[in-house]
T-cell receptor, first 114, second 111 residues
């Protein structure tokens, strides 16, 4: 079974621009979660999508948004980029059926904002 | 506020020198406690899920245990390939897809 795939692997943007990151979950997984990882804050939850609906949301500003498609693939968008948005963005998938869900992570997209 | 704290931040061991990593948590309710391993430039790799106090799980040189307030990851006779950052995370009820992570312990095993 293929793992979680994230594209692109690296991105360089300038302040004020917007960016879209893509995630393909493990086949059969219907839940996709997004996390931001920085050296100072560690891993922080952004949001979770299940069956094309946002089911849970973390404490990030509205500049961070996402969506999920009918094939469970997900995209995350960050508008009006700030220097502090530089981070590793990780996508994780699970079957989403509830209980203590084991998340499977992709390798991430490293975003640098200049 | 739900919180996870890991210690130590960094740990250097000689090959074969056993040790333990600590993860303490304060949460409103525990659905599960997770251990992950993360190598540089990669996403976290799942190791274990623990559900209730007294539970233990093993995989090769790693053994995870859980009490009501903390979890330990015991590493027996580590090898250089065990060098990585080990992350502890908890999931609380009603929070689908959300894991609360600790800051991690970076382990270096020298040959």
């Amino acid at each position: 079974k293929a793992g979680v795939t994230q594209t692109p692997r690296y991105l360089i943007k300038t302040r004020g621009q917007q960016v879209t990151l893509s995630c393909s979950p493990i086949s059969g997984h219907r839940s996709v979660s997004w996390y931001q990882q920085t050296p100072g804050q560690g891993l922080q939850f952004l949001f979770e999508y299940f069956s094309e609906t946002q089911r849970n949301k973390g404490n990030f500003p509205g500049r961070f948004s996402g969506r999920q498609f009918s094939n469970s693939r997900s995209e995350m968008n960050v508008s009006t980029l700030e220097l502090g948005d530089s981070a590793l963005y990780l996508c994780a998938s699970s079957d989403g059926t509830g209980g203590a869900e084991k998340l499977f992570f992709g390798s991430g997209t490293q975003l640098s904002v200049l | 506020e739900d919180q996870v704290t890991q210690s130590p931040e960094a740990l250097r061991l000689q090959e074969g020198e056993s040790s333990s990593l600590n993860c303490s948590y304060t949460v409103s309710g525990l659905r599960g406690l997770f251990w992950y391993r993360q190598d540089p430039g990669k996403g976290p790799e799942f190791l274990f899920t623990l559900y209730s106090a007294g539970e233990e799980k093993e995989k090769e040189r790693l053994k995870a245990t859980l009490t009501k307030k903390e979890s330990f990851l015991h590493i027996t006779a580590p090898k250089p390939e065990d060098s990585a950052t080990y992350l502890c995370a908890v999931q609380v009820p009603g929070n689908t897809g959300k894991l609360i992570f600790g800051q991690g312990t970076t382990l270096q095993v020298k040959p």
